[in-house]
């Protein structure tokens, strides 16, 4: 995935009852570990991947991303994770060739959906295009 620098942050009580698995209780997909294992923190300014200031968790037990915590690439129309709610679109690191793909939007299950065109080759972005959109919020 991305590299990801970060500062760590509070995470708020979760406002659901615990074990509920939503965006405000979310759960490690590896280990299932949730609040208070699971660490707020904010992407560096000089993160090259366009997410720059991005809100995120990280499992403390596997030293692992989670998912943002924002909802930006997160929208109705696309794809439905195990979660029954609208995956997030994001786009992979530079070093990946910049694809696009659909991941749980909560980062409780492991969803995992490549985004492909009409001839069902893999959508690929170029930098320029990534920043637009990143910029809009849309990916």
């Known amino acids: 995935m991305v590299s990801i620098k970060h500062q760590p942050l509070p995470i708020s009580p979760p406002s659901t009852p615990p074990g509920t698995p939503t965006p405000a209780n979310p759960r490690c997909p590896l280990c299932g570990a949730g609040n208070p294992h699971l660490t707020k923190y904010i992407t560096r300014t000089s993160n090259r991947n366009a997410n720059a200031g991005r809100p995120y968790l990280r499992c403390d037990p596997c030293n692992r991303f989670v998912t943002f915590t924002d909802k930006r690439g997160v929208h109705e129309v696309n ?25 749980c939007s909560t980062g409780v299950c492991k969803f995992y959906e490549e985004a492909k065109d009409e001839a ?20």
């Open 120 to 139: 069902g080759k893999i959508s690929l972005m170029d930098e320029q295009m990534v920043k637009q959109l990143a910029s809009l919020k849309l990916i």
């Open 79 to 103: 794809p439905h994770c195990q979660c029954d709610k609208p995956s997030r679109i994001q786009v992979a690191s530079k070093h990946k060739g910049r694809g696009l793909h659909f991941v």
